[in-house]
């Protein structure tokens, strides 16, 4: 043991009776023992103090940092003073992890793992120190004696693997990244694990900061419920007049924007979007009484819709609205009849797509019927004030549109079909030229001469009826009737295919008969199915004509529209 006590070098201080200091009675003996206490009690509650209301950590973010070294497998403990386990810690100058401790370099990486992970620690311990470490406490100047021994706070910096914490008064200093065959530690694997500024000072520098930026929120708090308390709350109305309506018409929409005392709001900016439709505006501004009237037209969105034409297109609706059953159910499709323009522009706003595969669609029979589907436009409002940007009020609106236009076309279809007749043709033609003497039919004869008859017939027939089911004036022109749009010409066509169709299946039914009457016995099945194959295709072929017919007459642009 170093150093020569009383009580067999047994402390007498126990931390457990809570003694705070000694005092010392005159006339008796002055023991070591006594005067090491006292000691131990000021070391005590000074370090009690540090540890467990101050705690561990480095006074900046200069002390006791770890930094990368140029050597391998080491690294540079930084200079500066930290509070451990109560104990002031103090390295008076940078020194290599290697050169300090048991002067050992960092450890590598375990065999068999891709990174592993180093925890360096600053460890305290204190030693007792007499005269055979540092003669000065031999006292040769005066006594010759030693009289006191000292006990100095030692330190040293250990390496300990990760998952294997140190044991005892220790400070996490950083975390080294250690990779297999990589030597040389760089500083980007090195993680500083230090707790830094346990200063006083420079912890109410920073509670000072705080409180300025708290006192400085608290104003722009106070502020901002100031201007929102200043706000007043508006209400918005959207309506819609009608709310439900036809494809083509057009609806007004009504934004009111009162205050919560119903006084209007005036000079609000509106801005306004619809899930489908086209709006006359996507902007407005709310007048004198509060008010602002928007415009949505159901027509598909894609095409740009041109001013001009709203008028048209409101005449067009009211039409299909006079031809609404007595409780708005159901149109009477085949009576609505329009002007060339009317379709024209009624054509211009109608997606190809409401125009395709309308053979199998066609009614077999007239009658009233609602539109086949709907489309419900969602109108929604945002309301700010003039120049500013907050959202003061928010509305919206649904308006739904009957899609009638298809089931039109389709019922107009099938009334051309009807109107031409082409079986009942194409059966006299193929009976006129059944030889009565011959009993055989005359093919070349029908081929040349009597099928192109029936067709241009047909044509003539077809002209006749799509004006007289589409328009309200039958007697119009052909140049009106080629200028009215793409739903006249897509039902000409569709009509031509359906008449040819009909054409090639009256054809193969007299053919049939033919064959199969037994006072024609010249007329058997070889010669049934040459006749069959040569009238299908002259019919084929006048068909095709006739289609490319309506096309071109039709895809002449209409004037003035």
Not at 282 to 295: E, F, K
Not at 482 to 500: C, L, W
């Amino acid at each position: 043991m170093v150093g020569n006590f009383s009580n067999d070098g047994i402390d007498t201080f126990d931390p457990d009776k809570q003694y705070i200091g000694i005092r010392l009675q005159q006339g008796v003996p002055l023991l070591d023992r006594d005067w090491n206490e006292l000691e131990d009690i000021r070391r005590h509650y000074e370090r009690t103090l540090r540890r467990s209301y101050i705690g561990t950590g480095a006074p900046d973010a200069d002390g006791w940092t770890v930094g990368a070294a140029e050597a391998d497998d080491d690294v540079v403990i930084g200079r500066g003073r930290a509070l451990v386990a109560g104990f002031d810690v103090a390295n008076p100058g940078d020194v290599l992890f290697s050169e300090q401790g048991e002067r050992v370099t960092v450890p590598g990486a375990r065999a068999g793992r891709a990174t592993d992970v180093v925890e360096l620690w600053l460890v305290v311990s204190q030693q007792r120190i007499d005269g055979t470490v540092d003669a000065d406490l031999l006292n040769r100047q005066d006594v010759n004696i030693e009289t006191c021994v000292r006990d100095r706070l030692e330190w040293e910096v250990v390496a300990v693997v990760e998952g294997d914490p140190h044991d005892g008064d220790a400070m996490l200093l950083a975390r080294i990244t250690r990779r297999p065959g990589v030597r040389r530690i760089p500083a980007a694997d090195i993680r500083d694990a230090r707790r830094t500024d346990l200063n006083l000072a420079t912890t109410m520098d920073r509670l000072l900061a705080l409180g300025d930026r708290i006192d400085a929120l608290d104003d722009r708090l106070e502020q901002v419920q100031e201007t929102i308390e200043s706000w007043e709350t508006w209400e918005m109305s959207v309506t819609a007049s009608p709310a439900s309506l036809d494809m083509l018409g057009t609806t007004t929409l009504t934004v009111t924007l009162r205050q919560r005392n119903g006084v209007p709001v005036r000079g609000a900016r509106l801005a306004v979007s619809s899930s489908w439709g086209v709006l006359s505006t996507t902007t407005s501004s709310t007048g004198q009484d509060g008010t602002a009237t928007i415009m949505l037209t159901g027509s598909y969105p894609e095409v740009p819709l041109r001013p001009g034409d709203l008028g048209v297109l409101r005449n067009v609706t009211r039409k299909v609205d006079l031809a609404r059953s007595t409780d708005r159910q159901t149109i009477q499709f085949e009576s609505i009849a329009l002007e060339p323009a009317e379709l024209a522009v009624m054509s211009r706003y109608t997606p190809p797509s409401d125009l395709i595969e309308l053979a199998t669609d066609v009614p077999l029979v007239f009658g009233n019927s609602p539109p086949t589907y709907a489309r419900t436009a969602t109108v929604k409002v945002d309301a700010t004030e003039s120049g500013g940007s907050v959202v003061r009020a928010t509305g919206s609106v649904q308006v739904t549109f009957g899609q009638w236009v298809r089931d039109w076309v389709l019922t107009k279809l099938r009334d051309v079909q009807v109107s031409v007749q082409v079986e009942a043709r194409i059966a006299d033609a193929l009976r006129r030229n059944l030889s009565e003497q011959t009993q055989s039919l005359d093919v070349d004869t029908v081929a040349r001469r009597e099928l192109p008859l029936v067709y241009q017939a047909v044509a003539d027939t077809t002209n006749v009826a799509l004006k007289s089911t589409l328009f309200d004036n039958p007697e119009l022109d052909d140049e009106e009737l080629h200028g009215s749009g793409a739903i006249a010409q897509v039902i000409a066509q569709e009509a031509t295919a359906a008449i040819g169709a009909a054409a090639n299946r009256a054809i193969d039914s007299q053919v049939a008969l033919f064959r199969d009457d037994p006072t024609i016995p010249e007329f058997d099945g070889a010669r049934a199915a040459e006749a069959r194959f040569q009238l299908t295709q002259t019919s084929a072929q006048l068909t095709a004509g006739l289609t490319q017919s309506h096309r071109q007459l039709f895809g002449l642009p209409r004037r003035g529209v």
